[in-house]
């Protein structure tokens, strides 16, 4: 059986930093490609960032490029998301994701998700 279980999340003012973590089991993780997802309040779930399967490519959505950092250990069978910079508007539940398929290069969309964590809460205050 698949876990995905995410933590690091919580309270941070406005400019400063979280490392998220998520850790998998049930999978050859390195034979995964990863990603991270995010849903605000009435709003839909967004990709933030994603990686390959052997941590060399990674991408971001547009807000978050520059102030967020996607990386994994594939020994520690664990996924990372530095948080830098942050804002009011990065408020919102965070999700580790690994892709269903396991030689897939990247993760696009969430269609593209196999196994999704429970999340943890990211809360940014102004």
């Known amino acids: 059986q698949v876990q995905v279980v995410e933590s690091g999340g919580g309270l941070v003012q406005a400019g400063g930093s979280l490392r998220l973590s998520c850790t998998v089991s049930?999978?050859?993780?390195?034979?995964?490609?990863m990603g991270w997802f995010r849903q605000a309040p009435g709003k839909e779930r967004e990709g933030v960032s994603c990686?390959?399967?052997?941590?060399?490519?990674?991408y971001y959505t547009d807000s978050v490029k520059g102030r967020f950092t996607i990386s994994r250990d594939n020994a520690k069978n664990t996924l990372y998301l530095q948080m830098n910079s942050l804002k009011p508007e990065d408020t919102a539940m965070y999700y580790c994701?690994?892709?269903?398929?396991?030689?897939?290069?990247?993760?696009?969309?969430?269609?593209?998700?196999?196994?999704w964590g429970q999340g943890t809460q990211v809360t940014v205050s102004s």
């Open positions: 049930g999978l050859t993780f390195g034979g995964y490609a």
């Open positions: 994701a690994a892709h269903r398929d396991s030689w897939r290069f990247r993760i696009f969309d969430a269609s593209d998700v196999g196994y």
């Open positions: 990686i390959t399967r052997n941590g060399d490519t990674s």
